[in-house]
Nanobody, 125 residues
Framework: QVQLVESGGGLVQAGGSLKLSCAAS????????MGWFRQAPGKEREFVAA????????YYADSMKGRFTISRDNAKNTLYLQMNSLKPEDTAVYYC??????????????????WGQGTQVTVSS
């Protein structure tokens, strides 16, 4: 079992930056593939980025490439998402997710079996 708690969301102007954090409980964080997803009102939850257990491999949704950076600190049991050049269309609830069974990065929600409660990111124009 792992519990995930996101933080760092808030209100920012377009073009600004935010850094999200996801604190994980448990001693097995370093063995999990981790990901970030987001859900805007009235829309499906969508993939944002994912990172391998070691942090050596990352993958991004096309619209986030070059703007967002996913990273992890296994010593601190923490996952991060640095978001730069934010746009109003990035407004959503952002969720941290962990997979205890994937052996490689996954982009589908079905690949992740632990989820945080989400943190709201609002980008004003």
């Amino acid at each position: 079992q792992v519990q995930l708690v996101e933080s760092g969301g808030g209100l920012v102007q377009a073009g600004g930056s935010l850094k999200l954090s996801c604190a994980a409980s448990g001693r097995t964080f370093s063995t999990y593939v981790m990901g970030w997803f987001r859900q805007a009102p009235g829309k499906e939850r969508e993939f944002v980025a994912a990172i391998s257990w070691s942090g050596g491999t990352t993958y991004y949704a096309d619209s986030m490439k070059g703007r967002f950076t996913i990273s992890r600190d296994n010593a601190k049991n923490t996952l991060y998402l640095q978001m730069n050049s934010l746009k109003p269309e990035d407004t959503a609830v952002y969720y941290c997710a962990a997979s205890s069974f994937l052996d490689h990065i996954g982009t589908s929600r079905l690949g992740y079996n632990y989820w945080g409660q989400g943190t709201q990111v609002t980008v004003s124009s």
